[in-house]
């Protein structure tokens, strides 16, 4: 049984840094990606921010781009997701899932494996 396992979340000022880890990846160039859910926004889709492909090609959302960088350790089935210069806005609950190819190509709720989510809180 595959359970994909999100780390390294936390409160950080405005400005500051993060990187999250998703661990338990079934494949090692397994497309995976990164979603994230506000707080009051539950009952909708998770914004998808990042994905890494099979070949290691990288997608992001406009609203990160330039801040947010996905990778993925191919040897330890790791995902990785380094955030800098973080905001208010970006205070939400993060959560891995797969398969996830491009940022644009998201999967279902219902489809695949998806995370709990680590929280991220962004506040002076």
């Known amino acids: 049984q595959v359970e994909l396992t999100e780390s390294g979340g936390g409160s950080v000022p405005p400005g500051g840094s993060l990187q999250l880890s998703c661990s338990g990846s079934?494949?090692?160039?397994?497309?995976m990606g990164w979603f994230r859910r506000f707080k009051g926004r539950e009952r909708e889709f998770p914004e998808p921010i990042a994905a890494v492909d099979s070949s290691g090609g990288t997608t992001y959302a406009e609203s990160v781009k330039g801040r947010f960088t996905i990778s993925r350790d191919n040897d330890k089935k790791t995902l990785f997701l380094f955030m800098n210069n973080l905001k208010p806005e970006d205070t939400a609950t993060y959560i891995c899932a797969a398969p996830v190819c491009e940022v644009d190509a998201p999967i279902p709720p219902s489809f695949g494996y998806w995370g709990q989510g680590v929280q991220v809180n962004v506040s002076l």
């Open positions: 079934p494949y090692k160039d397994y497309c």
